[in-house]
């Protein structure tokens, strides 16, 4: 399983990376795992846009999804003919609210052109992938991930706050994606995001092999991240960058 980091900033794109996106590649099968805004362009260095099977959207956030509306342009006019669907999971209300950033009431619903799935907490096979996925802690309805193939896993918390749900997807995972929005500042609001040393907290707890700390928003400095991070985990930490690939056995 090989693990390709696309777009890893923080809410908005920043001069250096896209939103949020990774490509997850086993025997063959590319899934994506979120399509975050400014990350259809870079994850052509990586990927044929007309070579992949599936997508996983984690929530409704911009940062995460509004990338499907152009990567519904590349399907549906491409030169070859419309591409057939793939099947793209995440909650409930995506594929209206998708609708809406696309063109709204005019314009035919990218639901006949997209197998879109609900997800719910518990287990799915996507591919070769055994996926599992639960609700993080966050404003609107999101789901972490955790992926495996031939006894490798990865964790990924998308976007959440402080979640007992996102240790357990995260229990003893080879790799943990962990979003670490916030430095170590007072006052933050609840069930939100996390700070990167609560990022730490939860890969202790959860007993990850490596934890990469991602979601880096432009505004904050990265100096601190890893320190922070640190004194909470002992393990392997550092910074996703777009373009780093992580390969996970054979
Ligand atoms: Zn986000
Ligand atoms: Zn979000």
């Known amino acids: 399983m090989d ?36 990350a259809l362009g870079p994850l052509q260095r990586y990927a044929g846009l007309d070579q992949l099977d599936a997508v996983c959207l984690s929530h409704a956030h911009a ?14 006019y491409h030169p070859a003919g ?18 809406r950033a696309s063109g709204g009431e005019s314009a035919e619903s990218m639901g006949t052109r997209f197998g879109f799935a609900e997800l719910a907490p518990g287990t799915i096979e996507i591919g070769p992938f055994t996926v599992a996925v639960d609700h993080m802690s966050h ?8 992926l495996s193939h ?8 998308a976007d959440t ?14 790799v943990f994606l962990c979003e670490a ?38 505004w904050n400095s990265k100096d601190q991240l890893i320190e922070q991070a640190g004194a909470e985990y002992d393990g392997p930490i550092s910074l996703a960058e777009p373009g780093r690939v992580v390969r996970l056995g054979g």
């Open 3 to 38: 693990l390709t980091i696309v777009g890893c900033s923080g809410s908005f794109p920043g001069p250096d990376s896209a939103a949020s996106c990774y490509l997850v590649e086993a025997e063959g099968f590319r899934l994506l795992l979120d399509l975050g805004n400014g």
């Open 63 to 76: 940062d995460h999804c509004l990338d499907m509306c152009s990567y519904d342009v590349f399907r549906t």
């Open 82 to 99: 419309q591409l057939g669907p793939i099947p793209v999971y995440g909650p409930a209300g995506m594929v209206a609210r998708l609708d």
């Open 139 to 146: 404003p609107v309805e999101t789901f972490g991930f955790r």
């Open 150 to 157: 031939s006894g490798r896993t990865v964790a990924y918390s």
């Open 161 to 174: 706050g402080l979640s007992d749900a996102l240790v357990g997807l995260a229990a003893g995972a080879d």
């Open 181 to 218: 929005s916030f430095p170590e500042i007072g006052g933050l609001p609840p069930d939100l995001h996390l700070t990167a040393r609560q990022a730490g907290q939860h890969a202790a707890r959860a007993g990850a092999g490596e934890l990469i700390l991602t979601h880096l928003v432009p």
